[in-house]
C-alpha cells in the first residue's frame, strides 16, 4: 500500500448514513455500485451490468451514467492513502457505446499525489476487454470532519 500523505486519516471516520447515488446502499434509488480493492495491482474494480432506467441513446448508457462509474471508480482509489477527497475536476474520453444488460468492468488506479491533490484514471471495458470510455480526475484531500460534520457518526 502507499504511504499515507497529506489529508486526514479516514479509517476511524463513519458515515451515518452511505445515500451517495454512486455507491450508497443506503439510498434506494442510486445504482448501489461495488467495487473490490485488487490488491497486487493496487486498483479498485467493479463489475456491473447496466439496467435500462440508465439509457441514453437506445439501448446504451447515458453519458452522466458513464461518467459516475467512472468517477466512482477513480474516488474508491483514495482509499488507498485513507483519505476522502473530492472531485476537482475530471476528462472523459467516451471512445464507444456501453450496451445496457451486459457485462461491464470499470477499473480506478493511481497517477500520482502532491501533496492534497491526488490525481486518479480509470477506464470501463466491455466482456472483451475493448475500452469503451476513459477518464482522468483530480481529486482534494478534505478534512471530513469539517465539510461533513453533521453526517458523520460520534
Given at each position: 500500500m502507499p504511504k499515507l500523505h497529506h489529508g486526514h486519516d479516514t479509517r476511524h471516520v463513519k458515515?451515518?448514513?452511505?445515500?451517495?447515488?454512486?455507491?450508497?446502499?443506503?439510498?434506494?434509488?442510486?445504482?448501489?455500485?461495488?467495487?473490490?480493492?485488487?490488491?497486487?495491482?493496487?486498483?479498485?474494480v467493479g463489475?456491473?451490468?447496466?439496467?435500462?432506467?440508465?439509457?441514453?441513446?437506445p439501448g446504451h448508457a447515458h453519458g452522466g451514467i458513464i461518467a459516475?462509474?467512472?468517477?466512482?471508480?477513480?474516488?474508491?482509489v483514495n482509499k488507498l492513502r485513507h483519505v476522502i477527497a473530492l472531485t476537482s475536476e475530471m476528462k472523459i474520453?467516451?471512445?464507444?457505446p456501453v450496451p445496457l444488460g451486459q457485462p461491464i468492468v470499470a477499473e480506478g488506479w493511481e497517477l500520482r499525489v502532491r501533496g492534497r491533490r491526488h490525481v486518479n484514471a480509470a477506464?470501463?471495458?466491455?466482456?472483451?476487454?475493448?475500452?469503451?470510455?476513459?477518464?482522468?480526475?483530480?481529486?482534494?484531500a478534505i478534512d471530513p470532519h469539517k465539510v461533513f460534520a453533521k453526517?458523520?457518526?460520534?
Open positions: 458515515i451515518a448514513r452511505n445515500t451517495c447515488f454512486g455507491c450508497g446502499h443506503d439510498n434506494p434509488e442510486g445504482m448501489r455500485l461495488k467495487f473490490r480493492l485488487d490488491e497486487e495491482r493496487s486498483r479498485f463489475k456491473f451490468r447496466l439496467a435500462r432506467r440508465y439509457q441514453g441513446p459516475t462509474i467512472l468517477d466512482e471508480a477513480m474516488g474508491k474520453q467516451y471512445l464507444k477506464e470501463l471495458r466491455n466482456a472483451k476487454g475493448e475500452v469503451l470510455a476513459r477518464s482522468r480526475g483530480v481529486f482534494i453526517h458523520l457518526r460520534k
